[in-house]
Antibody, heavy 125, light 110 residues
Framework: QAQLVESGGGVVQPGRSLRLSCAAS????????MNWVRQTPGKGLEWLAL????????YYADSVKGRFTVSRENSDNTLYLQINSLRPEDTAIYYC??????????????????WGQGTLVTVSS | DIQMTQSPSSLSASVGDRVTITCRAS??????VNWFQQKPGKAPNLLIY???ILQSGVPARFSGSGSGTLFTLTISSLQPEDSATYYC????????????FGQGTKLEIK
């Protein structure tokens, strides 16, 4: 069964940077696009970024564009999220999620079928 | 950006009840909606994708319907283990992926 395990969270001061990792196992990581999603008590679930299987295409939510960078190392089965200039409002649980897709007719449908357990990032001085 | 508005934000129902949660998109997204269940301290769990396709392993009492801008998640006969928060998500990728979630519906068992 596919598995994702996030790491790298912790307590960080405002303005600092942090890199989160997501280790994948039990599936062919290099064949799947991957996502990052975060969850805060106040704003619920927020999609952050998508990276294609070959790292050639990346998309970001407008709210994090320019500060967050998604990357991956397929040889290591690992997904990353670099967060710069951390703000208190970045305090959240960060999840990675596998992107599944299927063509039905002329259209591709996407969904997140596997999630990690999440890693907590707390931004506080 | 496409906004997803869920209703109600919370509800309480009894075991055996039929429960419906609604999600409205700010523009037409055909059938690009997914539904998730989340229990406290756990990651979201996929229930339904492409508006109406049941994810493997999910009990058949869960179903999804809708297209365009209005979507529903229905639990046909509520069970105690269905106590959770439910989220819709739009996965429309035109012109680019900008997946957004509804604000969630907290379901409690009376």
């Amino acid at each position: 069964q596919a598995q994702l395990v996030e790491s790298g969270g912790g307590v960080v001061q405002p303005g600092r940077s942090l890199r989160l990792s997501c280790a994948a196992s039990e599936f062919t990581f290099s064949s799947f696009s991957m996502n990052w999603v975060r969850q805060t008590p106040g704003k619920g679930l927020e999609w952050l970024a998508l990276i294609s299987h070959d790292e050639n295409t990346k998309y970001y939510a407008d709210s994090v564009k320019g500060r967050f960078t998604v990357s991956r190392e397929n040889s290591d089965n690992t997904l990353y999220l670099q967060i710069n200039s951390l703000r208190p409002e970045d305090t959240a649980i960060y999840y990675c999620a596998r992107d599944r897709s299927m063509k039905m007719g002329r259209v591709f449908f996407h969904w997140f079928d596997t999630w990690g357990q999440g890693t907590l990032v707390t931004v506080s001085s | 950006d496409i906004q997803m508005t869920q209703s109600p934000s919370s509800l309480s129902a009894s075991v055996g009840d039929r429960v419906t949660i609604t999600c409205r998109a700010s523009q037409s997204i055909t059938s690009h909606v997914n539904w998730f269940q989340q229990k406290p301290g756990k990651a979201p769990n996929l229930l339904i994708y492409a508006a109406s396709i049941l994810q493997s392993g999910v009990p058949a009492r869960f179903s999804g319907s809708g297209s365009g801008t209005l979507f529903t998640l229905t639990i046909s006969s509520l069970q105690p283990e269905d106590s959770a928060t439910y989220y819709c998500q739009q996965s429309y990728t035109i012109p680019i992926p900008m997946y957004t979630f509804g604000q969630g519906t907290k379901l409690e068992i009376k």
